[in-house]
């Protein structure tokens, strides 16, 4: 789909040309240019993200300080499409050392076309849906230099997919078929220009007000971080924590790619920031370059995955949803943990495999079980340390109120203990693994040396997950600018203030903290220009799908092929996102593939029976979406680590996707077993659920890498598969000796009903004439029951049934009701054939499905006797 890179070039050239942009004009004032709109982005973004724009509005009585947050969206695309110009060649064989003359005239109409919608907004707004040829010129002249934009930042395919959106929406009503299923009859210049580009409903849409509000901030908190330290930080703590484990390099990669993730928007930067150290080190106690790459890949690429700051997905399925943020965190803990932690295991077994050994470390070393003790305590003592914080917030609710004052009292003596502390401890320097020994640093000074970079990130955490009784949670937005103010009183302050301590001068420590901070300022610019542009023309296929209706066409396609079947559809949804995902950033295949399909998903489920939650099917694409960064031929971050690790980009990519197998299981996975995502579970069942599910992923790797305790044979390998996958879904095995549900049909249905108890699901299964085709479909829906009275328990949901004879038929559900989204409007109340009740079914009183771990475990344990004789060294 997109030009295969050139291992020739180095990683950091492979990231400016992915993420930052290749061009470095020679002459200084274009240098110079590019960097001054890259600070003024960044300016801007937290200019309207904080209270300012509202004061200055207040104190000069001019409305443009606080209307131009309102604005904010066409603002940043401006700066997105203006940085997209001048950072990026628009071919390969454009001049990177000078800005050509098209480039300019592009910047200009560009800007210009985004801008006119700043300027004229009261004229705009006086004529909705009447656009004069102005309005229908600057669309045509926006929607241009955006797809130019997109192509020279991002390439080819996604200009591909939104033209031919586009072009559906002119001429997708000159098919009859698709006019059939969408009643969509084709729309005028003007309708369609003005839809895309003049309202908020397709470039300006959700995913640029996103990109707008939040990404940018979280993007710029991390640029912020890395470039004072923080990321350095975080690869030297690995190495420390797991350097001196067998394969212990590796192992460090994991771990600081996770933590690296937290602040990275990019899987090829993750790559690139950790690899550059990590990989030369693995290469260097005998990892083959491949594989070395390849565990770095698969570490960064899972980066995006790691709450409670993930990849700019996270903050679209947000909208998307409908949820809170913290609840998105929530779900996509418990798979992010599970997942590195196998990962961690792969890269055990490959170094039991090769016979390799750590690195030298000095002092004492920490045992295996300490470190994972450490790991999960870790989560543990972050738990304790929140209600410790809400204890002394209630404490302190009484003098302070609603005041943050006391707050960042807190956190200032905090800081200045930490940075004393850390002063009597050598600098973090930043190496690349290559010169001298491979020796692992000594754990309590390095953690010590830059524990002040948790400040920050504890402050994203603590506002937004921590609640008071007086104090809510803030926004995702809030919680990232006032980390990433602190962030930026860290950069600044932080090396002369140790310089201080130390009895140096601070002047030329405060003149490197103003690099670090002005350097931040331009890398989370740059970071950002693909996001920009890719939500603006991702925007192109939203507004096209609510146009023209055109996710309809698509999902008939995918449900024939996949013929009704819920796993079919999941694979070839799967499949879909991979391909896309090699030629789009996560973000916008997020977009595109969750917008198409997620409807599908869901409608395929309810007639198979099965209710698969809005937040699963977003998860299942998101995670695909993130897997297609190391997915050959065309995996980025895999040529990013060949170009580090110096092996082939083909190998290192499909062994990394081969290490990744265990993360393309996990959305599978939570889609029929939804406790992995801890919807509707307890604390205690949440820590049952984790053991569980980590001890089957750990065995699907011990399969999957053919060595558990020895070399595995092959029926040692299958039976490891069934075990992983009685712990995962015991519910399958229950379901073959025991009915799940009483099903019921007609007045006995009503009967049924009405033994359920209060709250208690009850699935009624619904049928009747789609509103679109004519044809008859299934669907089920849940209720809660209200015992004793089925009746009580549909009107309680909007539901209206008559008995007619053997067959309960159902009224349309008034606008407003629960269910009027999932069943008023599929069905065609009105027609010949009158939508039913077909059956309902009540779950049966079973066995515990967990009573099928025990012959799991009875099975694991022979296997385990069995490779204990085989063993030829310690497993640890």
């Known amino acids: 789909m997109v030009d295969q890179p050139s291992t020739d070039r180095t990683a950091d050239d492979m990231v400016a040309e992915a993420d930052t942009g290749a061009r470095n004009p020679a002459a200084r004032w274009q240098a ?50 203006m940085l997209a110009t001048l950072a990026f060649p628009l071919t390969s064989s454009a001049p990177k050392d000078r800005i050509p003359a098209y480039d300019w005239a592009l910047v200009v109409l560009g800007v210009a076309a985004c801008l006119y919608l700043v300027v004229f907004r009261f004229e705009i707004a006086g004529r909705p849906g009447l656009w004069s040829t102005s309005d229908i010129v600057m ?68 995913a640029l007000g996103v990109s707008t509000t939040m990404i940018f901030l979280f993007v710029l908190f991390g640029a912020l971080l890395d470039r004072a330290g923080g990321g350095n930080w975080f690869i030297k703590v690995a190495i420390a924590l797991l350097g001196a484990l067998r394969g212990g390099p590796a192992k460090a990669s994991v771990l600081s790619s996770m933590m690296t993730g937290m602040i990275s928007g990019s899987s090829i930067a993750n790559t690139v920031t950790t690899g550059t150290f990590t990989i030369p080190l693995m290469k260097r106690i005998g990892f083959p370059a491949e594989k070395a790459g390849a565990v770095e890949v698969a570490s960064s690429t ?35 943990v599970i997942s590195y932690i196998a990962l961690l295991y792969i890269v055990h077994l490959e170094s039991l495999k090769m016979g390799l050994k750590g690195l030298e470390k000095p002092g004492r070393r920490i045992g295996v079980i300490m470190i994972l003790i450490l790991f999960l305590s870790g989560f543990i003592l972050l738990g304790i340390l929140s209600f410790l914080m809400i204890g002394l917030r209630a404490l302190l609710d009484p003098i302070m109120g609603d005041s ?356 208690e699901d009850v699935r009624l299964t619904i049928e009747g004439p789609d509103f679109d085709t004519g044809e008859t479909r299934p669907t089920t829906i849940v209720v809660p029951g209200v015992s004793g009275d089925a009746m009580a328990a549909l009107e309680d949901q909007g539901l209206t049934v008559m008995e007619e004879g053997d067959r309960l038929l159902l009224e349309e559900p008034f606008p407003g009701t629960p269910h009027f989204e999932s069943i008023g409007i599929e069905y065609d109340y009105y027609a010949d054939s009158p939508v039913v009740i077909r059956s309902v079914a009540v779950e049966n009183e079973r066995m515990p499905k967990e009573l099928f771990f025990i012959p799991a475990l009875i099975l694991l344990a022979g296997v385990v006797l069995l490779q204990r004789r085989r063993a030829t060294q310690p497993a640890f």
């Open 302 to 336: 899972n980066g995006q995955l790691t709450p409670p700051v993930m990849g700019a997905a996270a903050f679209l399925m947000v909208e998307y949803v409908n949820i809170p943020y913290i609840d998105v965190v929530k779900h996509a803990f418990l798979p992010a």
């Open 404 to 759: 943050v004052y006391a707050a960042v009292a807190l956190v200032a003596v905090l800081y200045i203990f930490l940075l004393s502390v850390a002063a009597r401890y050598p600098e973090l320097e930043t190496d690349t693994g290559t010169d001298g020994p491979p020796v692992a640093p000594r754990l309590t000074p390095t953690l010590i040396a830059g524990l002040y970079f948790a400040i920050p990130i504890f402050i994203l955490v603590w506002n937004l997950m921590v609640r008071t009784e007086n104090l809510d949670r803030l926004s995702p937005a809030l919680s990232a600018f006032w980390a990433t103010i602190f962030m930026i009183i860290i950069a600044l302050t932080h090396r002369p203030i140790k310089a201080m301590f130390r009895g140096r001068n601070a002047g030329d420590e405060f003149r490197a903290g103003w690099g670090d901070f002005v350097n931040g300022l331009i890398l989370g610019a740059r970071n950002m220009i693909g996001i920009g542009v890719a939500t603006g023309a991702a925007g192109i296929i939203v507004g096209t799908i609510s146009l023209t209706g055109a996710h309809q066409v698509i999902g008939q396609v995918i449900e024939v092929i996949s013929g009704g079947n819920l796993i079919i559809l999941l694979v070839l949804v799967a499949v879909l996102s991979l391909i896309l995902g090699m030629g789009l950033p996560t973000t916008a295949n997020y977009i595109v593939v969750s917008s198409l399909m997620a409807p599908v998903i869901i409608s395929v489920g309810a007639q198979a029976g099965l209710i698969v939650p809005l937040i699963a099917v977003h998860m299942f694409v998101f995670y695909f979406g993130i897997l297609a960064d190391d997915t050959p031929p065309v995996g980025l971050a895999a040529y990013a680590a060949a170009a580090i690790s110096r092996g082939d980009p083909i190998k290192t990519g499909v062994q990394g996707f081969a290490y990744d197998i265990r993360t393309a299981l996990l959305p599978f996975l939570f889609i029929f077993n939804t406790d992995l995502l801890l919807i509707d579970v307890g604390l205690f069942k949440a820590i049952f659920v984790f053991f569980i599910a980590l001890l089957a992923m750990l065995l699907f790797a011990a399969a999957t890498q053919g060595y558990f305790i020895a070399r595995s044979k092959w029926w040692e390998t299958v039976a490891l598969l069934l075990i992983a996958f009685m712990l995962f879904r015991p519910g399958f095995f229950l379901d073959q000796v025991s009915e799940r549900y009483a099903r019921a049909s007609g007045p006995e249905a009503i009967e049924l009903m009405a033994t359920a108890a209060d709250g």
């Open 32 to 81: 110079q240019l590019i960097i001054g709109t890259c600070i003024a982005w960044s300016l801007f973004q937290l200019y309207i993200a904080s209270q300012l724009p509202a004061f200055l509005g207040q104190a000069t009585g001019i409305g443009l300080f606080a209307n131009i947050v309102a604005q904010a969206r066409f603002v940043h695309l401006a700066f997105a499409i």
């Open 139 to 206: 669309s045509c002249i926006g929607m241009t230099v955006l797809m130019i934009s997109v192509y020279r930042s991002l390439g080819l395919p996604l200009v591909i997919i939104a033209s031919c959106f586009i072009a559906f929406a002119f001429f997708g009503g000159y098919s009859e078929w698709a006019r059939n299923i969408t009643n969509y009859g084709g729309a005028s210049l003007s309708k369609a220009l003005g839809h895309y580009w003049m309202q908020t409903e397709g470039v300006f849409g959700v």
